[in-house]
């Protein structure tokens, strides 16, 4: 990832992992408006997709996301993030013991 797209999909000066998963699900699915309560499966994204996805949240949170767990449909924005700061946090917490 060149780092033009990590500002784009960094969302600016202190935007949460939600906006910063919301702008990074526009550029990959090609979508403009997203919402948190949506799902990647059921704004079209697709297997392809989302292997592209997974690749850009770890270099951007360093998270590993499997692709099943993208690809489910309960699956949200809101949800997705939760679970990347969760695995933030506790990454965090690891290192600093």
Known sequence: M?????RQVD???GA?????????????LGI???RPDD??????GESLAGVLC????????GVLIPLGVLLAEETTIA???TQI?????????????
Do not use: H, Y
């Not at 799902?39 to 079209?44: P, R």
């Not at 997974?54 to 949170?61: E, G, H, S, T």
């Open 2 to 6: 060149t780092s033009e797209q990590e």
């Open 11 to 13: 969302g600016g000066p």
């Open 16 to 28: 949460g992992v939600g906006a910063q998963l919301e702008a990074l699900w526009r550029e990959i």
């Open 32 to 34: 403009d408006e997203i």
């Open 39 to 44: 799902s990647f499966i059921a704004l079209g």
């Open 54 to 61: 997974i690749n850009r949240i770890k270099a951007v949170f």
């Open 79 to 81: 949800a997705l993030a």
């Open 85 to 97: 700061e969760a695995s933030v946090s506790s990454v965090g917490t690891a290192a600093a013991t």
